[in-house]
């Protein structure tokens, strides 16, 4: 998909598989299969944005923003075969049935709106700020930076704040 690619349509968006760095935009509800970022992908839409597969980076600079005021469902993990740089979510972030969806990146996290975390987390700093975050089924959260929180947490089990680098968790 080049960079710039609008997609519009009166129903749900379907796309098996997605991979592109730049710019894309969706007036409709969406359906991607599996999502790579190639570069610095940046994915904004009027509706909901759900990936029923896996959301990767196919380098160790790859980066991805969602916007969406609908929310982004997630089906599968953020990182499992290729970590993200950095990954920022606008709008609500929630993963998909009661499994974990673990989270890694290897720079910056940063989500503003309500999220449902589930899974364990590991990148180089996190904020999560705006709404409120649910916390279940996630035990640790790991960076090397700072962890930065405002906004109201729920917490379902046990959860252990860790910053290897010396950074702080506020």
């Known amino acids: 998909i080049e960079s710039g690619a609008e997609f519009s349509a009166d129903s749900t968006i379907s796309i098996t598989s997605l991979a592109a760095g730049g710019t894309v935009s969706f007036s409709a509800n969406s359906s991607i299969g599996n999502l790579t970022s190639t570069g610095s992908l940046s994915i904004s ?4 944005i759900t990936v029923n597969g896996n959301i990767d980076g196919d380098n160790s600079t790859s980066s991805l923003t969602v916007t969406t005021p609908q929310g982004l469902f997630l089906n599968g993990s953020i990182g499992q075969t290729s970590a993200l740089k950095n990954l920022t979510i606008n709008g609500h972030y929630e993963p998909a049935g009661g ?11 940063t989500i503003t709106g309500d999220a449902w975390l589930r899974g364990d987390i590991s990148a180089a700093t996190v904020n999560l700020t705006s709404g409120t975050s649910f916390l279940s ?5 790991t960076t090397t930076g700072n ?3 405002s906004g109201n947490y729920e917490l379902n089990n046990d959860l252990t704040l860790t910053s290897t680098g010396g950074g702080t968790v506020t």
């Open 45 to 48: 839409s009027t509706g909901r």
């Open 147 to 149: 962890q930065t929180y």
């Open 137 to 141: 089924g996630t035990n640790s959260i």
């Open 99 to 109: 499994s974990a969806h673990p989270i890694t990146i290897t720079g910056d996290l």
